[in-house]
């Protein structure tokens, strides 16, 4: 009798221990299309049964009323994934920017989890960039002079539509670092933010309204001018004084506080959120994409904590990776956002916030995610 209750006990915990090893973990993939599909679905396919067997056409994901895209799959805890997405053929395959397609995603299965992508293009809707590396119609200003700061140059991308239709108006976004996010020519590493692409490929899909984007070139006196003393100081008055009120008196804006923002990163991140909370009555809203909002001797956090008035009415997009400054960055941001929570900025609704920990800090990186803080901004 002793030996049978051995045996079964035994066998009772071979069996639990096979149910254990072949646990099942759920994989969310989400997809946000910067083209959405006209007359298809979105496709995953990849080297699992669940994923097709590279079948471009047997796995659909289900479009969200947000207009991403999302499946969620079980798989064996220990799998390894490799996977690409489709609208339904090898044919529609998702490509990059600049049209190329990319390596198979991969992942091997851990926990529940989620991947998350943004696709640039599809292979059939890819059209080449121009040669100039612009994508649509921008007009120069060279040598704008401001008070305190060097004098600087200045590009506007116009929206698509603004020699057609002569009489509308169009809300503005004021952008750091000018010369690194239209023009790969003028980037300093080569690559751009391509805001360019980004904001004509939402504009023509209605997710935003119609903007006129203003890129500020920086000098090499960037790192005074885009931080909090006097140079930061006279930079934002240069903005706000002497830029602003030239942009309004040549192009057709829409001049108020509410269609008007700023952006940049990392530094330009921090003098956008500066501007947006010293000139409330200017900027409703700054997008702050890798923000160095405090490290090392930066740190703007006293400035919000010895506030005391009523709350600024504006609204800031955040984010950040995980890699490399982006780590380092990670715990100021944190802690500028917990600052804000305590004045009464509710993430999820005056605060957008989103972290890639995949991400790293460069053009290549913020030029993937511009859209979120555009549609934040600008979202219809």
């Given at each position: 009798?002793?030996?049978?209750?051995?045996?079964?006990?035994?066998?009772?915990?071979?069996?639990?221990f096979?149910?254990?090893?072949?646990?099942?973990?759920?994989i969310?993939?989400?997809?946000?299309?910067l083209?959405?599909?006209?007359?298809?679905?979105?496709?995953?396919?990849?080297?699992?049964p669940?994923?097709?067997?590279?079948?471009?056409?047997?796995?659909?994901?289900?479009?969200?009323?947000?207009?991403?895209?999302?499946?969620?799959?079980?798989?064996?805890?220990?799998?390894r994934?490799?996977?690409?997405?489709?609208?339904?053929?090898?044919?529609?395959?998702?490509?990059?920017?600049?049209?190329?397609?990319?390596?198979?995603?991969s992942?091997?299965?851990?926990?529940?989890?989620?991947?998350?992508?943004?696709?640039?293009?599809?292979?059939n809707?890819?059209?080449?960039?121009?040669?100039?590396?612009?994508?649509?119609?921008?007009?120069?200003?060279?040598?704008?002079?401001?008070?305190?700061?060097?004098?600087?140059?200045?590009?506007?991308?116009?929206?698509?539509?603004?020699?057609?239709?002569?009489?509308?108006?169009?809300?503005?976004?004021?952008?750091?670092?000018?010369?690194n996010?239209?023009?790969?020519?003028?980037?300093?590493?080569?690559?751009?933010?391509?805001?360019?692409?980004?904001?004509?490929?939402?504009?023509?899909?209605?997710?935003?309204?119609?903007?006129?984007?203003?890129?500020?070139?920086?000098?090499?006196?960037?790192?005074?001018?885009?931080?909090?003393?006097?140079?930061?100081?006279?930079?934002?008055?240069?903005?706000?004084?002497?830029?602003?009120?030239?942009?309004?008196?040549?192009?057709?804006?829409?001049?108020?506080?509410?269609?008007?923002?700023?952006?940049?990163?990392?530094?330009?991140?921090?003098?956008?959120l500066?501007?947006?909370?010293?000139h409330?009555?200017?900027?409703?809203?700054?997008?702050?994409?890798?923000?160095?909002?405090?490290?090392?001797?930066?740190?703007?956090?006293?400035?919000?904590?010895?506030?005391?008035?009523?709350?600024?009415?504006?609204?800031?997009?955040?984010?950040?990776?995980?890699?490399?400054?982006?780590?380092?960055?990670?715990?100021?941001?944190?802690?500028?956002?917990?600052?804000?929570?305590?004045?009464g900025?509710?993430?999820g609704?005056?605060?957008?916030?989103?972290?890639?920990?995949?991400?790293?800090?460069?053009?290549?990186?913020?030029?993937?995610?511009?859209?979120?803080?555009?549609?934040?901004?600008?979202?219809?």
């Open positions: 009798m002793e030996t049978l209750l051995i045996s079964l006990f035994l066998v009772g915990a071979l069996y639990n096979s149910i254990a090893q072949n646990k099942e973990k759920v969310t993939f989400i997809v946000h299309p083209v959405q599909p006209k007359d298809s679905s979105i496709y995953i396919t990849g080297s699992s669940k994923l097709g067997n590279w079948d471009p056409a047997l796995t659909p994901l289900v479009k969200q009323k947000d207009g991403s895209w999302e499946i969620a799959i079980p798989f064996s805890e220990g799998e994934l490799e996977f690409k997405f489709t609208k339904g053929s090898w044919a529609a395959e998702a490509v990059g920017a600049n049209g190329a397609v990319p390596q198979n995603h992942l091997t299965v851990v926990n529940d989890s989620t991947f998350e992508i943004t696709i640039d293009n599809w292979k809707d890819f059209h080449p960039r121009s040669l100039s590396g612009i994508f649509g119609k921008v007009v120069y200003f060279n040598n704008l002079e401001g008070k305190g700061i060097r004098p600087r140059n200045i590009i506007v991308w116009l929206p698509p539509n603004y020699d057609i239709n002569k009489k509308k108006r169009y809300p503005v976004l004021y952008m750091h670092d000018g010369q996010i239209i023009d790969p020519a003028t980037s300093t590493f080569g690559v751009d933010w391509q805001i360019d692409e980004t904001a004509d490929s939402l504009i023509k899909q209605n997710k935003i309204k119609e903007i006129i984007i203003v890129g500020i070139y920086n000098t090499k006196d960037r790192n005074a001018e885009y931080s909090y003393g006097d140079m930061g100081h006279a930079y934002m008055d240069f903005i706000v004084d002497k830029l602003k009120p030239f942009i309004d008196s040549e192009f057709r804006t829409l001049p108020g506080r509410n269609n008007t923002a700023v952006m940049g990163s990392s530094m330009g991140g921090l003098i956008s500066e501007l947006a909370w010293e409330p009555e200017v900027f409703s809203a700054a997008g702050c994409l890798s923000p160095a909002f405090k490290i090392q001797e930066l740190n703007y956090l006293p400035f919000i904590e010895k506030y005391k008035g009523a709350k600024k009415k504006i609204k800031l997009y955040i984010d950040d990776g995980g890699i490399g400054l982006d780590a380092e960055l990670l715990p100021g941001i944190k802690k500028t956002i917990e600052a804000l929570n305590k004045k900025y509710k993430t609704k005056d605060i957008e916030w989103f972290y890639d920990p995949a991400a790293e800090h460069n053009e290549g990186a913020w030029a993937k995610r511009v859209w979120r803080p555009l549609v934040f901004m600008f979202g219809k």
